[in-house]
């Protein structure tokens, strides 16, 4: 799947994501902290496809993950 297909392929499908929270922090010139965050997708593993394009996810779906990510969660990510 590319990147460009997630955001028609996931609405309403239930899905295991793992990812890596970022953020940095930036003094500006006014001597003000900016904090920005953002996250790192490491896998989107998709446990249930939606029944329809438009359907939502039932309120009683499973919180719980079937299986882990793929990767070991010790590994450090390379972030540039």
């Given at each position: 799947m590319r990147a460009s297909e997630y955001?028609?392929?996931l609405p309403g499908a239930i899905a295991q994501i793992a990812f890596i929270p970022k953020?940095?922090?930036?003094?500006?010139t006014a001597?003000?902290?900016?904090?920005?965050?953002?996250?790192?997708?490491?896998?989107i593993i998709v446990l249930k496809k939606p029944l329809a394009?438009?359907?939502?996810?039932a309120a009683d779906a499973p919180r719980t993950l079937s299986r882990a990510p793929s990767f070991s969660p010790k590994?450090?990510?390379k972030i540039n």
């Open positions: 955001e028609k392929l953020y940095t922090q930036v003094k500006t001597n003000i902290m900016k904090t920005t965050f953002a996250t790192i997708i490491q896998e394009p438009t359907s939502q996810p590994k450090k990510a």
